[in-house]
């Protein structure tokens, strides 16, 4: 993960994109046997959003 300046906010997910996000850092973490906390998980999928719509 790059080392940019970091913004930090409080705020609340719907339970269905929270788990959604817990899917995705277990997934991940068996795929790439790599621990991620819940803000490095939000920024592969923030990250792999916006290369999708890039794509586009």
């Known amino acids: 993960m790059s080392q940019q300046p970091k913004i930090y ?3 609340a997910l719907p339970l269905a994109a929270f788990d959604y996000l817990k ?3 277990r997934e991940y973490e ?3 046997r790599v621990h991620l906390n819940n803000n490095q998980c939000l920024t ?3 990250e792999q959003h916006k290369a ?3 794509a586009r």
């Open 9 to 11: 906010r409080a705020f």
């Open 23 to 25: 899917d995705f850092q």
């Open 52 to 54: 999708d719509n890039q």
């Open 30 to 32: 068996r795929e790439h």
């Open 44 to 46: 592969l999928i923030l």
